[in-house]
T-cell receptor, first 114, second 112 residues
Framework: GAVVSQHPSWVICKSGTSVKIECRSL??????MFWYRQFPKQSLMLMAT?????????EQGVEKDKFLINHASLTLSTLTVTSAHPEDSSFYIC??????????FGPGTRLTVT | TQLLEQSPQFLSIQEGENLTVYCNSS?????LQWYRQEPGEGPVLLVT?????EVKKLKRLTFQFGDARKDSSLHITAAQPGDTGLYLC????????????FGKGTKLTVNP
């Protein structure tokens, strides 16, 4: 149980284009989903917290107009990186939590912006 | 701001050795999770400890939550190359916050 999927697992895009990453909880309903960014050899950096049907809460320093988050249902959240630039290249990971405190992570999406 | 200090940051050992990873904080957590992450993948939840003083064992891994719920440790006995990975501790702050506070991680390499 507690399986979270992410799609795509990797994506290469050109500078200036937008990329959408999907996060799905496959066998449970996630009241809350989280989006993280991870730089090489570093820990996870929380970008935003999203609850189904409401606006995402962004961490300080994260541009909400650049990283659009939509939490359309209890099993799906999407992160859209708008007008991507090379500095947006990173490993993006989502996690999902039910009503408890444990978070279950997706396998991550490697984004490369050329 | 609550912080989790995780140590050591890097650890390279030989197969068969024992090791301990520590997570310490001045803040109290309602629970603490340990994750293991392999390169290019998402973190996988290993265990959650909730009660002060709690000890949980997962095969060769022993997890302990401090009595005051401010610190935790992960002990691996007879490490194997398959234990190689990034180990992350993450605490759930008291007060019901949904967000986890993550340690900076311990990169463990077990050499055959």
């Amino acid at each position: 149980g507690a399986v979270v999927s992410q799609h795509p697992s990797w994506v290469i895009c050109k500078s200036g284009t937008s990329v959408k990453i999907e996060c799905r909880s496959l066998d449970f309903q996630a009241t809350t989903m989280f989006w993280y960014r991870q730089f090489p050899k570093q820990s996870l950096m929380l970008m935003a917290t999203s609850n189904e049907g409401s606006k995402a809460t962004y961490e300080q320093g994260v541009e909400k107009d650049k990283f659009l988050i939509n939490h359309a249902s209890l099993t799906l959240s999407t992160l859209t990186v708008t007008s991507a630039h090379p500095e947006d290249s990173s490993f993006y990971i989502c996690s999902a939590a039910d009503r408890g405190y444990e978070q279950y992570f997706g396998p991550g999406t490697r984004l490369t912006v050329t | 701001t609550q912080l989790l200090e995780q140590s050591p940051q890097f650890l390279s050992i030989q197969e068969g050795e024992n090791l301990t990873v520590y997570c310490n904080s001045s803040s109290v957590f309602s629970s603490l999770q340990w994750y293991r992450q392999e390169p290019g993948e998402g973190p996988v939840l290993l265990v959650t400890v909730v009660t002060g003083g709690e000890v949980k064992k997962l095969k060769r891994l022993t997890f302990q939550f401090g009595d005051a719920r401010k610190d935790s440790s992960l002990h691996i006995t007879a490490a194997q190359p398959g234990d190689t990975g990034l180990y992350l501790c993450a605490g759930a702050p008291q007060g019901g916050s949904e967000k986890l506070v993550f340690g900076k991680g311990t990169k463990l390499t077990v050499n055959p």
